[in-house]
Nanobody, 117 residues
Framework: QVQLVESGGGLVQPGGSLRVSCAAS????????MTWYRQAPGQQRELVAS???????NYADSVKDRFIISRDNAKNTVYLEMNSLKPEDTAVYFC???????????WGQGTQVTVSS
């Protein structure tokens, strides 16, 4: 059974930092591209950042130079370090895994990040 479990969300003040994690089980993690998406109330889900098994990264323009995605293949975990947070970063953050060969896709349940004073 595949599970993606996000953690680390919470309330943070504007300008602050937060790190969210996604622990994967039931997949061969090193064979999967990992992506963070987010969805704000009333908005479509949008891509935030992605990372390949070899560590190649891609970011949405809105978070470039503020967010850092990383992965630990030994721990089957992907991270999103968020700095200089803004109120518009408030959303539910979802972890996504897509197999490089199978293209099977899996989603986590999401973790809430709220940026507010």
């Amino acid at each position: 059974q595949v599970q993606l479990v996000e953690s680390g969300g919470g309330l943070v003040q504007p300008g602050g930092s937060l790190r969210v994690s996604c622990a994967a089980s039931g997949i061969t993690f090193r064979n999967f591209d990992m992506t963070w998406y987010r969805q704000a109330p009333g908005q479509q889900r949008e891509l935030v950042a992605s990372i390949t098994p070899s560590g190649r990264t891609n970011y949405a323009d809105s978070v470039k130079d503020r967010f850092i995605i990383s992965r630990d293949n030994a721990k089957n975990t992907v991270y999103l370090e968020m700095n200089s947070l803004k109120p518009e970063d408030t959303a539910v953050y979802f972890c996504n895994a897509v197999g490089r060969i199978t293209r099977n896709a899996y989603w986590g349940q999401g973790t809430q990040v709220t940026v507010s004073s």
